[in-house]
């Protein structure tokens, strides 16, 4: 153990006034440290009030904190000497052993401390017993591997902070260029859509507000847990540099337990999207719209499905999921209701009594669409849903529950499965759908995908978990509901 295995060292921790280690240090707008009495004295005796080391002139009215990080070092620091002074005398007694006052040369495994040579004959006879060096490096080797783990934990956040930062600033850059486009628009619409304008950017705004305060909050976690492991890899080279077995093996456990961290590695770090604040304030103000008005949001609604085509996601089944009367192709992309059911393992993950088999992809950030064919069926139900959902009874399907979906029941009747059934409009056979989904947004919305007409939307979901395709082909029904339904491959739709 050293002075320079301090994040400090001792020349940095030295006041150059009193030359002595700080006391209360404070810090200059220079940069320079200095025990709080002594450059108080200084400056009071200064006319000039300058920096004694830089000659910077100090402010009278600059606040002289006491520095908390560099006030602890040193008294760290302080400790540590007072230690090293004491540990020379107590070293010899501590290596005793005080029921047979023989050196402590050996450690037993069983119970975890250092025992002499008697003890070993006597009441630690049928134990596992080592020398007391083969055990200490040992356990300094582990302690190696236990700094290079928290090394590397530190790395890990330290990379993803730097993302979070930087998704900070792109998605302000992204709703700058959002807000001009929007802004764009209401120029020539000024005197039907002033109200529009200030609440479309008033909505931004607070998303922004929202995001950031959100992202800053992680941030602050994620420097605090920087910090608390490097104070614990500090504390880890301290122990590795300690000569003293004893007094080793004794603060062993403690540091060698890395503090308690949360799981960063599943942090999605996704770009927020600010398309649908124009659309929302362009609809707030629809009963005033000419017709001027009408043509801005069909040019809006048209940029929209395009835009919606360069986010389809290869969807294929999970068998694993499955429904034991449902029947899958072998690439996973078809799936009807069998004739008889199948008797399959006990799987934790199997959907039972709810006839349906969810996709193997899951989905938790950004946008994504998979589109279905359901031409020639009487009933089927698709959407997405939790990978939450209970598996093992049955479930109303519903928001509520965890799903958002789309039904067909009795060969023409369209239903959205939102809190209460919802009727739809539509008086024609649709023979694809697209299901599209804007997880920042919150947005689940159900397409003609060949006529490329909005069905129904679940606006205002609010996920915050894992979200995964779902289909079922509904029951045979004599065999007038045995056509498959077929998730079509994303590059051909």
Same mark, same amino acid.
């Given at each position: 153990?050293?002075?320079?295995?301090?994040?400090?060292?001792?020349?940095?921790?030295?006041?150059?006034?009193?030359?002595?280690?700080?006391?209360?240090?404070?810090?200059?707008?220079?940069?320079?440290?200095?025990?709080?009495?002594?450059?108080?004295?200084?400056?009071?005796?200064?006319?000039?009030?300058?920096?004694?080391?830089?000659?910077?002139?100090?402010?009278?009215?600059?606040?002289?904190?006491?520095?908390?990080?560099?006030?602890?070092?040193?008294?760290?620091? @302080?400790?540590? *000497?007072?230690?090293? =002074?004491?540990? #020379? &005398?107590?070293?010899?007694? %501590?290596? $005793?052993?005080?029921?047979?006052?023989?050196?402590?040369?050996?450690?037993?495994?069983?119970?975890?401390?250092?025992?002499?040579?008697?003890?070993?004959?006597?009441?630690?006879?049928?134990?596992?017993?080592?020398?007391?060096?083969?055990?200490?490096?040992?356990?300094?080797?582990?302690?190696?591997?236990?700094?290079?783990?928290?090394?590397?934990?530190?790395?890990? @956040?330290?990379? *993803?902070?730097?993302? =979070?930062?930087? #998704? &900070?600033?792109?998605?302000? %850059?992204? $709703?700058?260029?959002?807000?001009?486009?929007?802004?764009?628009?209401?120029?020539?619409?000024?005197?039907?859509?002033?109200?529009?304008?200030?609440?479309?950017?008033?909505?931004?705004?607070?998303?922004?507000?929202?995001?950031?305060?959100?992202?800053?909050?992680?941030?602050?976690?994620?420097?605090?847990?920087?910090?608390?492991?490097?104070?614990?890899?500090?504390?880890?080279?301290?122990?590795?540099?300690?000569?003293?077995?004893?007094?080793?093996?004794?603060?062993?456990?403690?540091?060698?337990?890395?503090?308690?961290?949360?799981?960063?590695?599943?942090?999605?770090?996704?770009?927020?999207?600010?398309?649908?604040?124009?659309?929302?304030?362009?609809?707030?103000?629809?009963?005033?719209?000419?017709?001027?008005?009408?043509?801005?949001?069909?040019?809006?609604?048209?940029?929209?499905?395009?835009?919606?085509?360069?986010?389809?996601?290869?969807?294929?089944?999970?068998?694993?999921?499955?429904?034991?009367?449902?029947?899958?192709?072998?690439?996973?992309?078809?799936?009807?209701?069998?004739?008889?059911?199948?008797?399959?393992?006990?799987?934790?993950?199997?959907?039972?009594?709810?006839?349906?088999?969810?996709?193997?992809?899951?989905?938790?950030?950004?946008?994504?669409?998979?589109?279905?064919?359901?031409?020639?069926?009487?009933?089927?139900?698709?959407?997405?849903?939790?990978?939450?959902?209970?598996?093992?009874?049955?479930?109303?399907?519903?928001?509520?529950?965890?799903?958002?979906?789309?039904?067909?029941?009795?060969?023409?009747?369209?239903?959205?499965?939102?809190?209460?059934?919802?009727?739809?409009?539509?008086?024609?056979?649709?023979?694809?759908?697209?299901?599209?989904?804007?997880?920042?947004?919150?947005?689940?919305?159900?397409?003609?995908?060949?006529?490329?007409?909005?069905?129904?939307?679940?606006?205002?979901?609010?996920?915050?978990?894992?979200?995964?395709?779902?289909?079922?082909?509904?029951?045979?029904?004599?065999?007038?509901?045995?056509?498959?339904?077929?998730?079509?491959?994303?590059?051909?739709?």
């Amino acid at each position: 153990m050293s002075a320079a295995n301090y994040l400090l060292t001792e020349e940095q921790l030295w006041c150059c006034i009193c030359l002595d280690v700080f006391t209360d240090p404070v810090t200059l707008p220079c940069g320079h440290n200095f025990c709080r009495s002594c450059i108080i004295q200084h400056l009071n005796t200064d006319p000039q009030r300058q920096c004694p080391l830089c000659k910077e002139p100090v402010e009278k009215k600059y606040k002289l904190g006491v520095n908390t990080f560099i006030s602890e070092m040193a008294v760290q620091f @302080r400790h540590w *000497k007072s230690h090293q =002074l004491l540990g #020379s &005398v107590g070293e010899a007694a %501590e290596s $005793m052993c005080t029921e047979h006052d023989k050196p402590l040369q050996l450690y037993c495994k069983l119970e975890q401390r250092p025992i002499c040579q008697s003890c070993a004959a006597s009441h630690h006879r049928y134990h596992q017993v080592v020398l007391l060096e083969d055990e200490y490096k040992e356990k300094q080797t582990i302690l190696g591997s236990t700094e290079a783990k928290i090394q590397e934990m530190i790395w890990q @956040r330290q990379l *993803k902070l730097k993302e =979070l930062k930087h #998704s &900070v600033e792109l998605s302000e %850059e992204v $709703m700058d260029g959002k807000m001009a486009d929007g802004v764009q628009i209401f120029t020539t619409l000024i005197q039907f859509l002033e109200k529009a304008q200030v609440d479309l950017i008033r909505m931004a705004e607070e998303k922004q507000r929202v995001r950031k305060q959100r992202a800053q909050s992680i941030i602050v976690e994620l420097e605090q847990e920087i910090f608390q492991l490097m104070r614990r890899r500090v504390e880890v080279e301290q122990l590795l540099q300690c000569k003293d077995r004893l007094h080793f093996l004794q603060s062993f456990p403690s540091v060698n337990a890395a503090p308690p961290t949360r799981d960063w590695m599943d942090l999605n770090i996704c770009p927020v999207r600010y398309e649908a604040l124009t659309r929302t304030a362009m609809i707030s103000a629809v009963n005033q719209m000419t017709e001027l008005v009408r043509n801005e949001m069909k040019k809006l609604q048209d940029e929209e499905i395009l835009d919606i085509r360069k986010y389809a996601a290869e969807v294929t089944l999970d068998s694993e999921t499955a429904h034991p009367a449902l029947v899958l192709s072998d690439d996973g992309k078809q799936v009807h209701c069998g004739e008889a059911w199948k008797t399959p393992a006990k799987n934790l993950k199997r959907l039972k009594p709810v006839i349906y088999v969810l996709g193997k992809q899951s989905f938790s950030c950004g946008r994504f669409h998979y589109d279905v064919q359901v031409k020639g069926k009487t009933d089927w139900t698709i959407g997405v849903a939790k990978g939450s959902v209970k598996r093992k009874e049955e479930t109303e399907l519903n928001p509520e529950n965890g799903y958002w979906a789309l039904h067909l029941r009795d060969g023409n009747e369209y239903i959205a499965l939102g809190s209460r059934a919802i009727p739809l409009s539509v008086n024609y056979h649709l023979e694809k759908v697209r299901i599209f989904v804007d997880y920042e947004e919150g947005v689940v919305s159900f397409y003609d995908a060949d006529a490329a007409i909005l069905l129904y939307s679940f606006p205002e979901c609010s996920f915050t978990e894992t979200l995964y395709p779902f289909l079922s082909p509904g029951n045979c029904d004599g065999g007038r509901n045995s056509d498959p339904l077929i998730i079509l491959t994303a590059n051909t739709t």
